[in-house]
């Protein structure tokens, strides 16, 4: 049995635990009449013996997959002949992978022969055995926990508190989960940064003029060294972001007024779904609009006004990224500007001020800390764009501040660093680690600068 039709019975199970234990508390209580006899409403007692049915055999569901692999892998060598248990470490995990490989119906690397066809039916048989014994074992616990459970139902029992200890409880465990994931992350860029940081000096790397990340493969190999200096990678991720930023910013903040203050009730049910549109419309297919259509026609517009415009520049990118990202301003903006009391815009105009008086004097000052805070979220969303700018803005590691002309970013480079033959352990992998750190460190302080801004100019309004 599949482990998803597994855990879908299992929750069928604790919905008819559900209302078994509610039933029960009902009926110790005498009918809905005598609820008042009881500590907790019938509801939390149906929630008691659900969680009793559920949780117990998930916990054992989670745990038998981890450690199931492991076991049938362990009982499968321990099968094999004598010959085949004393390969070496690589050729015995070659021998395994392929294995499962042709229990699972997919491709495997060399002949097969008879040995081969013996484990891999042994692995199929060692794999539905531990699934049986797996969907017995849990159903069984979920019935005697639903069992045990109704049993203890009594008017006396704190159904409410116990039910509601154990969903903090999940909480904190999800929250720590999110937590426990950041940091990991962290740690696994840093101490792949720290490696890089060995080979290359981080003054070289932070203020280094020439980007250059080719190294030979093989100590026999006659190649370049590599020069990692990221100051072109850092002025061209400025650079598009700055386009974009003011592309986006007056568009977003305009139409989050317009849409918040001007326009009518059914002009905002039609315009506001459409500009959300532009949010959920995947960014490869911005790269598309973008190296397809936006780049030629600079070019040939920079042709007719004769300038020179690469046909793969930086303008093009920030242009399609400033479209992207208009939905996240003007969204944010919107809920900042509706976020101002009423009070203060009726005040306003009972002064005498006309609309636009009102805005520009009461309405944005009131709401500038939340624009501010969406404004530095947007530049954070440009700063980690990929596909545009690798597919509008080129690959080129160059020094400029001249948007017609071809600059990569950050991000780029930690995918191209990323994809190849070379060594996980050379100074060009390593690389992209310390971009990645980078790139960390300066979205983060965004976010704390942007948080700072929300804090020291919210006002507090009764």
Request: net charge positive; glycine share 8%.
């Amino acid at each position: 049995m599949q482990g998803t039709t597994l855990v879908l019975i299992l929750a069928g199970m604790a919905t008819a635990a559900f209302y078994l234990g509610r039933s029960r508390s009902l009926e110790i209580a005498g009918g809905p009449s005598g609820i008042s006899n009881l500590h907790s409403l019938p509801g939390y007692y149906g929630y008691y013996v659900a969680i009793w049915c559920l949780l117990p055999a998930l916990a054992l569901l989670f745990l038998w997959l981890v450690a199931e692999p492991r076991v049938i892998v362990a009982l499968l060598i321990k099968s094999l002949p004598q010959a085949q248990q004393s390969l070496q470490i690589g050729e015995l995990d070659l021998l395994v992978n392929n294995i499962r490989n042709l229990a699972a119906g997919d491709a495997v690397s060399g002949e097969i022969d008879a040995l081969l066809r013996e484990a891999a039916a042994r692995h199929t048989e060692y794999t539905a055995t531990s699934r049986r014994l797996l969907a017995t074992l849990c159903f069984g616990l979920a019935v005697l926990g639903a069992a045990v459970a109704r049993r203890r139902i009594s008017p006396q029992l704190r159904a409410r508190n116990r039910v509601e200890r154990v969903v903090s409880i999940l909480l904190i465990a999800a929250s720590s989960i999110a937590i426990l994931t950041t940091i990991g992350i962290v740690f696994s860029v840093l101490f792949e940064a720290i490696r890089f940081f060995r080979e290359v000096p981080v003054s070289e790397f932070l203020f280094g003029l020439n980007w250059s990340p080719q190294t030979a493969i093989r100590a026999d190999q006659v190649g370049s060294s590599g020069s990692f200096g990221a100051v072109p990678l850092f002025t061209g991720t400025l650079l598009i972001t700055f386009i974009a930023m003011v592309v986006a910013v007056p568009i977003g903040l305009m139409t989050a007024i317009y849409l918040a203050e001007y326009s009518s009730s059914r002009v905002r049910a039609v315009a506001k779904p459409l500009l959300e549109i532009l949010a959920g419309i995947p960014t490869v297919v911005y790269g598309f609009f973008a190296a397809l259509t936006v780049a030629p026609a600079l070019r040939r517009a920079g042709e007719f006004a004769g300038v020179q415009v690469a046909s793969e520049s930086a303008l093009a990118a920030g242009l399609v990224m400033g479209i992207m990202i208009i939905p996240l301003v003007s969204s944010l903006s919107d809920d900042a500007i509706n976020a101002v009391p009423r009070a203060m815009r009726d005040g306003a105009l009972g002064l005498g001020s006309t609309r636009s008086e009102a805005m520009r004097n009461v309405i944005l000052p009131a709401a500038l800390p939340g624009i501010v805070g969406g404004v530095l979220l947007a530049v954070s969303r440009a700063i980690g764009e990929t596909m545009i700018v690798v597919m509008a803005a080129g690959l080129a590691a160059n020094l400029t501040a001249n948007p017609f002309q071809a600059v990569t970013t950050v991000t780029v480079q930690i995918v191209t660093l990323l994809v190849g033959d070379q060594e996980f352990d050379s100074a060009k992998t390593l690389a992209a680690f310390a971009l990645g750190l980078v790139l960390f460190v300066v979205t983060l302080g965004l976010n704390v600068i942007g948080l700072q801004v929300v804090r020291k100019y919210r006002e507090q309004y009764e």
